[in-house]
């Protein structure tokens, strides 16, 4: 075992059985294009000597892979119970939905910011919570979700 | 009685806890030297008179659990289950995040316990600060010497790697997560057989919570009289408990099992927003029954829990005030599960979506009382009869907030 074995993506290939390495590609794939594409898919599926349909069938199971584009920053409010109850969850979306123009499930026509609502964070006692791309934003305030927008809105 | 001191999130606090270089300067990786000097099966019987039951919901005796492992097995896996995703649980990312090596001891501790020479870390694919935290400690453990071969001298061999989940809460239950280990759609397998006889590529595996195994190095390190010195007859140990919803202070406390719910809500958490009074108590996570106020002096522990009606679960508590819609509330929880549920048994998958449409109708104030005899019907219909034991979680806080709070219910459908 060797420490460079760890891959930057997060999971280190241990097993020689192809299909124990299916989230992992998957990952990969996903990283390159945004987006699991039919053809990353075929791709994948190539690689690992697996059927397309098998490693759809897969992806399709789990929420973190995406068959369709998103903006380029993707804004996961969390719905769930302890977020709503610290007047997070609804007055959140609703905020950001009337600044950004778009509800959820939508994203804005220069694709830049994409809407969900999502399920607990691990956020509860700092609620009320969110996730945009891979960085969490927590304890949420109007003022907050102002400067994160407004940094967002400014990245060249 | 003087305050409890923190054991497992002692850490946390320091400064760059999550390095091994902060975690080895107070005393750390000392308990997996004392275990690798005992026989395997003195470490097992050690977790085993400690007491300590796992921490991931379903409470089970850990030493016991390890004690199914055929001993004469050739290969044998550990699964660490760092998925947390239950609503109202957070202290596994705390740990992960901020004391990653108190686990991996006790992860080295029970797979030479147990005589498993790979460990899987499960973690859920959200946890981004997490999964660095994972690879960065694991990392540092091998060129400490404390991974891979002949553990510091001990002839005791042990790989770890690390696998990101991909965003189903299902993956956190046992034989799901094994599945999804294997590359495959997070589907529970049927149990029996247990995954301590039949896991990970049909090999006999130990799926262990990361907050059980925090526990670990501090059972071998103190001994297990220290331990079952603490907590009630059957909840031994200390326990993390996540406090979210109307109080005053939430966060992660750690205390004793057996503290009283109104102690963790009232001196720990702060109390409840704006002096209100408390009108339901989520004691573990939302796929426990829902208490009443008049329940608040239950000890938090597996044993009094299930005598007041609920269960201790992951630990975390969720207060609601007297404010809290409950029809609101509950419709929320189901729709987490709905949206959870992986859709392998009808019960789960067709009832909870009926379950939820008839909470938005009466939600909508369009409801009659016929649909209130519906969620009755639903509920009776799903629980118990669930592939897994999602599906009879999802209808745990149904069952119990109709009963409490049926005049709510009442008020809000036309007769
Ligand atoms: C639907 C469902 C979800 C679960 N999610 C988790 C989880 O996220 N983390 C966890 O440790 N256990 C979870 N469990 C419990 C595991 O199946 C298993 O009991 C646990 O990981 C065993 O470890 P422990 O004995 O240390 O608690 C879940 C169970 C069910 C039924
Ligand atoms: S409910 Fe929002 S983070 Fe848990």
Redesign the interface.
Known sequence: ?N?TD?QPS??????P????????A??IAQEREGVLTPEAIARVAERLGLEPGQVY??AS?????RMQPTGRYLIQVC????C???GG?NQVVDYISAKIGIGPGETTPDGRFSLEKV?????????PAM?IN???YENLTPATIDAILERLQGEV | MTPWQPVLLSNVNRPNSERITTYMAHGGYEALRKALNMAPAAVIAEVKASGLRGRGGAGFPTGVKWGFIAQDAPVKYLAVNTD???????K??LIVERDPHSILEGVIISAYAVGAH?A?VYI??????G??RW?KA??DA??HGF???DILGSGFDL?V?????????ICGEETAMIE????????PRLKPPYPAQIGM?DQPTIVQNVETLANIRHIIGRGAAWYASIGTEQSKGPKIF?????VNR???YELPLGTPLREIIYEHAGGVRMGRRIKAI?PGG?STPILPPDKLDVPMAFETLAAAGSALGTG?I?V?DET?DMV??IR??T??FV??S?GICVPCRIGGVRLLETLETIGAGKGTLADLERLDYLSRSISGLTFCPMGTGMCEPIASGINLFRSEFDARVAA
């Open positions: 075992m420490v760890i997060g999971v280190r290939i241990v097993d059985a192809k299909e124990a390495m299916l989230l992992s998957l990952y069938s897969v199971f789990y929420t973190l892979f719905d769930g119970l302890s709503y109850l610290c969850a399920q607990c964070l691990a956020s509860c006692g700092t609620a996730r891979d960085d969490l | 947390e995703g239950e609503p109202g649980t957070f596994d990312r790979r899987f859920r694919g959200e946890f981004f600060l999964v660095k690879i694991i990392a091998y060129q991974l891979g071969k790989d790697s690390v696998h990101r989940g991909a965003g189903a809460y999804s280990l294997e590359g495959k759609r997070g589907e590529w996540c406090v979210s919803g109307h939430p966060g992660n989520i939302v975390a969720v609601m809290t609101e509330a929320r929880i729709s987490f949206h959870e992986c």
